[in-house]
């Protein structure tokens, strides 16, 4: 990734941020969706697919990062105690960020499917 740089506190705010992004993506798909459908029950085929999309985008995005973070925290020496605990941190960060996007994911599987 361009402008990654070990250490950085941007990019330590990078994970919360893509799941904010997700989470708002998610919700403005489903109430614009919602609002333009006249039958609220019509098929959800296509907001499924809009959201599905945004969810591989988000994990993909975020698996980078957290393959980035854990190579340099690996890759940082003993002396530079400060950057690995940041590139650590931003391991931790984008953990739970994927795990966040899974939950805000989850209307994918709990919206009814009708026939």
């Given at each position: 990734m361009?402008?990654?740089?070990?250490g950085?506190?941007?990019?330590l705010?990078?994970?919360?941020?893509?799941?904010?992004?997700?989470?708002l993506?998610c919700?403005?798909?489903?109430?614009?969706?919602?609002?333009?459908?006249?039958?609220?029950?019509?098929?959800f085929?296509s907001?499924?697919?809009?959201?599905?999309?945004?969810?591989v985008?988000a994990?993909?995005i975020?698996?980078?990062?957290?393959?980035?973070?854990?190579?340099?925290?690996?890759?940082a020496?003993?002396?530079q105690?400060?950057v690995?605990?940041?590139?650590?941190?931003?391991?931790?960060?984008t953990v739970?960020?994927?795990?966040?996007v899974?939950?805000?994911?989850l209307?994918?599987?709990?919206?009814?499917?009708?026939?």
């Open positions: 361009v402008g990654f740089i070990p950085n506190l941007w990019i705010l990078a994970p919360p941020a893509i799941w904010g992004g997700h989470f993506l919700y403005l798909t489903a109430a614009i969706w919602h609002a333009k459908k006249s039958e609220p029950w019509e098929s085929d907001l499924r697919i809009a959201l599905a999309i945004g969810t985008a994990w993909a975020l698996g980078v990062l957290g393959r980035l973070s854990w190579h340099h925290h690996r890759s020496s003993m002396e105690p400060t690995r605990f940041l590139c650590f941190l931003t391991l931790l960060l739970i960020s994927a795990v966040a899974f939950y805000s994911a209307v994918l599987i709990l919206i009814p499917i009708r026939a």
